[in-house]
């Protein structure tokens, strides 16, 4: 049997997963490049069995699921992948199995981003190197606004470090309670009120067809240009066009961004030339404690298939053991 581990950029699957506990004649094998282009894609795994993708980093489409006979086994972090196509793997019998993580690194990684683009650590310290000291002059957080879309795990957690900073919390969903939001120490207001009054937008949304481009240029015209937009959910939960438009016209102060429409985003991308905006390359997730949760979560689940027994299958309410294509 041949596994493949793919998209891991930092090269640590291999210390970071006891692999050995898989049993003798398992092959695994390694990839730290992306490929994004279908054929390619194919030409690689066309004799593996089992594929593990990292989290939404390579889509698995109907048209590669169907080139791909030898597959028996799909697996990705996290107990979910809106990248995955879970009815095509269903009528190809492949069964499509999760891993949870550990930490909060998507909480953290949220106030890093904020605190660093308010206080300008970024940019301050690349200036220091280039030999300039001292050049901005930051924002403090107590008694600013924090306008939280969504306050779901996520966002209940960052609300909760927002009101240790002494600051004004607001809230916004499409389902969100005025209950719920008393819960996590916010205020329910409407959209238009959110994008009005907050100094910081952060999102914290599944990406759905009710929120893909949630964030246009309608709400992004109601922000104040003092105001800041932090984005560590699904990129195209924003409108990438009308952000770029907003931040090049300097309307509204910055933006923190750990997700794009495409990644890895390409070098010729227009954001990586946009001002007042800190680049982060998907980090949310990217923890030694999580990777560790992943990876551990992937190898049960091969010992688990191996033994006919599979677990955490997220399309097992359609599909059963008898159809999976590797007990045929």
Not at 55 to 63: D, I, K, L, N, V
Not at 254 to 278: M, Q, R, V
Request: contains cysteine; negative net charge.
């Amino acid at each position: 049997m041949k596994l493949a581990v793919l998209d891991d950029y930092q090269g640590t699957a291999k210390d970071l997963g006891d692999w050995s506990q898989l049993s003798p004649g398992t092959d695994v094998e390694f990839f730290q490049d992306h490929i994004a282009d279908e054929d390619k894609l194919v030409e690689r795994l066309k004799d593996f069995d089992m594929v593990m993708g990292m989290r939404e980093r390579t889509p698995f489409t109907r048209s590669i699921l169907s080139r791909l006979p030898k597959l028996k086994l799909l697996m990705t972090t996290g107990l979910r992948n809106a990248s995955f196509d879970m009815e095509a793997a269903t009528d190809l019998g492949i069964p499509v199995c999760g891993a949870g993580g550990s930490g909060e690194g998507p909480t953290e990684l949220t106030w890093g981003l904020i605190i660093s683009l308010l206080r300008h650590i970024h940019e301050e310290d690349q200036r220091s190197r280039d030999g300039t000291w001292g050049t901005t002059v930051g924002v403090g957080l107590k008694g600013k606004t924090l306008g939280l879309i969504g306050l779901g795990h996520i966002g209940s957690l960052v609300a909760r470090v927002g009101a240790a900073f002494d600051m004004n919390i607001i809230a916004w969903s499409q389902n969100l309670t005025a209950e719920r939001a008393k819960e996590c120490q916010a205020t329910l207001v409407d959209k238009q009120t959110l994008f009005k009054e907050a100094d910081i937008v952060s999102v914290h949304l599944v990406l759905s067809d009710r929120s893909r481009g949630l964030v246009g240029a309608p709400e992004l015209a109601l922000m104040k240009p003092t105001a800041y937009l932090v984005n560590i959910s699904r990129g195209p939960i924003v409108d990438e066009k009308a952000l770029i438009d907003v931040l090049e016209r300097k309307g509204i102060a910055g933006a923190a961004l750990d997700t794009f429409d495409i990644e890895p985003l390409p070098l010729s991308h227009p954001l990586f030339k946009t001002p007042n905006t800190l680049i982060c390359p998907h980090l949310g997730y990217v923890t030694e404690e999580s990777y560790r949760a992943f990876y551990s979560g992937i190898i049960e689940n091969v010992r688990a298939f191996a033994s006919g027994e599979p677990v955490r299958v997220i399309n097992s309410d359609v599909l059963t053991s008898s159809q999976f294509r590797g007990y045929g």
